[in-house]
């Protein structure tokens, strides 16, 4: 079946920096775009990136551009992302999502928590 899990998270000051990995399995993952999302309590879930296959096309929220990048490594069946100049804002659960046969899949999320 279908999993994603990420790691990564922890607390970092503002400007700092982190890389979140996202392993997958139970798909070809290869073939799939894979995005990440943020959510705070309270709030409705955000798309945060994109990257499509073979890296075509990425795709960032306004509030993270020129902060974070995007990647993967299909032999790894690993997306990451790599956020920059980290701000308090950017303090939410991150999760990884792939789209496959129809249904959305997540991970169980990865806290990232910026504060000095």
């Known amino acids: 079946q279908v999993q994603l899990v990420e790691s990564g998270g922890g607390l970092v000051q503002p400007g700092g920096s982190l890389r979140l990995s996202c392993a997958a399995s139970g798909f070809m993952f290869s073939v799939k775009t894979m995005s990440w999302y943020r959510q705070v309590p309270g709030k409705e879930r955000e798309l945060v990136a994109t990257?499509?296959?073979?890296?075509?096309?990425?795709n960032f929220a306004d509030s993270v551009k020129g902060r974070f990048t995007i990647s993967r490594d299909d032999g790894k069946s690993t997306v990451y992302l790599q956020m920059n100049n980290l701000k308090p804002e950017d303090t939410a659960v991150y999760y990884c999502?792939?789209?496959?046969?129809?249904?959305?899949?997540w991970g169980q999320g990865t806290q990232v928590t910026v504060s000095s």
């Open positions: 999502n792939v789209r496959n046969r129809g249904y959305d899949y």
């Open positions: 990257i499509t296959s073979m890296s075509l096309t990425t």
